[in-house]
């Protein structure tokens, strides 16, 4: 019988498969090893094949391709009502067998090498700016114990290291300025590492012919800029921008009943790497619209009415609609646009 469909459950060393025919009857049942994968795929004939969105999926999906099949890769969210009684590898590849299957399944777009590449140094700066700001705490904790006090900014640690050790009446002892001097170092260390991949993601934003046009939108700078690109890929896997919204959770949950709605808070779905750029953006734009007051935008009109976190939010949930607008009609940002 010929395989028409077939999922796979990603693992480190054992791969459970679950094929069926046209009719959707069980005709594959078995576990393959890593290095039995590329052979398997290579000689099967061409078909539908699903995966979870987890680790290594989108290397599989690539190299299935290659030989040929159509590969669809779903949220584990979407997988997990089709598992059926107890959860094992075989469950899973079964689940996914049917989900995949499904008419109004909704799956997460390919990335190719270069997209996972430069997530890839997006999630090390990531990794490093929370290491440095947890150095920076453990530095103002420690110092705090000798009622040395910093004012907040990351920066002014740096600064005031120098001078407090340098103080020879602030009553530290040395054991502890060798530590505190060890500390700051490594506070440099780090810096000097978000600094590295900092200007890695620039190079690559200036090659980005998307990612240049995605930062003259106010809120988005080349960091944000460069991570909707590589994440999002091709934006006409989307709808409309509310899809793109939606997707990054920045869209009301829904607690509907009876035909009347009830909405919520956003939903924080999807990307939060992503989602918090463009708030953290937004904020930054509603900071300089309240220095520039009286301009009578739609931004300065939304905060006077409502909270500030209210408005970031609806100017980010706005400004992913816009991305979505110049990646899928391939347009340039414009400030004055307005609809015919």
């Known amino acids: 019988m010929k395989i028409v469909t077939l999922g796979i459950d990603l693992a480190k060393t054992v791969f459970a498969i679950h094929g069926v025919d046209e009719r959707g009857k069980v005709v594959l049942k078995k576990q393959l090893r890593r290095e039995q994968m590329a052979a398997f795929f290579a000689n099967l004939p061409q078909c539908?094949?699903?995966?979870?969105?987890?680790?290594?999926?989108?290397?599989?999906?690539?190299?299935?391709?290659?030989?040929?099949?159509?590969?669809?890769?779903?949220?584990?969210?979407?997988?997990?009502?089709?598992?059926?009684?107890?959860?094992?590898?075989?469950?899973?590849?079964?689940?996914?067998?049917?989900a995949v299957g499904r008419p109004n399944m909704r799956f997460v777009p390919i990335k190719n090498c270069d997209?996972?590449?430069?997530?890839?140094?997006?999630?090390?700066?990531?990794?490093?700016?929370?290491?440095?700001?947890?150095?920076?705490?453990?530095?103002?904790?420690?110092?705090?114990?000798?009622?040395?006090?910093?004012?907040?900014?990351?920066?002014?640690?740096?600064?005031?290291?120098?001078?407090?050790?340098?103080?020879?009446?602030?009553?530290?002892?040395?054991?502890?300025?060798?530590?505190?001097?060890?500390?700051?170092?490594?506070?440099?260390?780090?810096?000097?590492?978000?600094?590295?991949?900092?200007?890695?993601?620039?190079?690559?934003?200036?090659?980005?012919?998307?990612?240049?046009?995605?930062?003259?939108?106010?809120?988005?700078?080349?960091?944000?800029?460069?991570?909707?690109?590589?994440?999002i890929g091709d934006a006409k896997n989307f709808e409309n921008g509310r899809q793109i919204a939606a997707w990054l959770g920045l869209v009301p949950r829904q607690h509907s009943s009876g035909g009347k709605p009830t909405l919520l808070g956003m939903s924080k779905r999807g990307d939060t790497y992503l989602r918090t750029l463009l708030i953290h953006g937004a904020r930054s734009v509603i900071w300089h619209a309240q220095r520039k007051p009286g301009t009578g935008d739609w931004l300065t009109n939304l905060v006077v009415r409502r909270n500030k976190n209210i408005a970031a939010v609806a100017l980010a949930n706005k400004n992913a609609r816009i991305v979505w607008a110049l990646l899928a009609h391939d347009r340039e940002f414009r400030n004055d646009y307005a609809v015919a």
Not at 55 to 76: C, D, F, M, N
């Open 48 to 98: 539908l094949i699903g995966m979870e969105a987890c680790g290594s999926a989108h290397y599989w999906a690539r190299k299935l391709q290659e030989y040929g099949h159509t590969v669809r890769l779903i949220a584990p969210q979407f997988v997990k009502p089709y598992v059926k009684s107890n959860k094992n590898d075989a469950a899973d590849a079964e689940a996914i067998c049917e």
């Open 115 to 231: 997209q996972q590449a430069i997530l890839s140094i997006h999630r090390a700066r990531q990794g490093f700016v929370k290491a440095r700001t947890a150095q920076g705490n453990q530095i103002r904790g420690l110092l705090s114990e000798y009622g040395i006090t910093i004012p907040q900014g990351i920066s002014y640690i740096s600064k005031r290291i120098p001078e407090i050790l340098e103080d020879a009446e602030n009553g530290l002892p040395g054991i502890f300025r060798q530590l505190i001097d060890q500390l700051g170092r490594h506070l440099k260390e780090l810096d000097r590492q978000v600094e590295v991949l900092e200007s890695q993601i620039q190079a690559w934003h200036q090659e980005s012919e998307a990612s240049k046009k995605l930062a003259h939108v106010p809120g988005i700078g080349p960091i944000t800029a460069s991570a909707l690109v590589a994440t």
